[in-house]
């Protein structure tokens, strides 16, 4: 019998990013914090470029200051890996809250099994998403933060079929081992994307 184990996957509300790290390959590593349980927590990140650019829509305020430091940084950069200190730069390090954070851990293939080795203390950002308004009825923003999920779900789930991975090792990998919940995906995939 094939056995496949799968990334944990949890979510945050806030984390902070101290340090960013950069290197010449499409991610970035951020030295910072998770809020979990009101309590702030050290914690490294690692992600995409496409979602820190989601991360810096959503916080508007800050996302000036930090766009400035990343690109002056892109464009004196003398070294690889190369780190952008952003609470040197900028007195402190900037929190990006009020938004959902999909986050797994990092991991790697050994015998056909999927093996977490970070113990929490570092994760992947899969994906990046607004909290909902307070103005909008609490139903409301839980359908549609549900929609949303789904949506990124099946789209992860796409991209593990991409990568060769077996259907039920990407529904798994994607959260979707429910059929219900891989047919929801589906279809908030297909209204989102149509």
Excluded at 141 to 166: N, P
Excluded at 171 to 180: E, P, T, W
């Amino acid at each position: 019998m094939k056995q496949t184990n799968t990334a944990t996957v949890t979510s945050s509300q806030a984390i902070s990013v101290g340090q960013i790290i950069l290197d010449d390959t499409n991610y970035l590593t951020f030295w910072g914090h998770i809020r979990k349980d009101d309590t702030w927590q050290r914690c490294d990140f690692i992600t995409t470029y496409e979602v820190l650019n989601t991360m810096l829509r959503y916080v508007q305020d800050r996302s000036d200051a930090v766009q400035m430091t990343i690109v002056q940084k892109l464009e004196n950069m003398e070294q690889i890996p190369d780190m952008i200190d952003l609470e040197l730069e900028l007195g402190k390090a900037v929190v990006f809250d009020n938004m959902y954070f999909r986050l797994t851990r990092p991991g790697h293939r050994e015998d056909g099994n999927w093996v977490e080795y970070t113990d929490g203390e570092c994760y992947y950002i899969e994906q990046v998403t607004p909290l909902p308004s307070a103005k909008v009825p609490q139903f409301v923003r839980q359908i549609d933060h549900c929609m949303d999920m789904l949506h990124k779900s099946y789209e992860l789930y796409l991209g593990y079929i991409e990568l060769d991975f077996e259907e039920d090792a990407a529904r798994k990998k994607a959260d979707l081992a429910d059929d219900l919940k891989y047919t929801l995906a589906y279809y908030a995939w297909k209204e989102r994307t149509l």
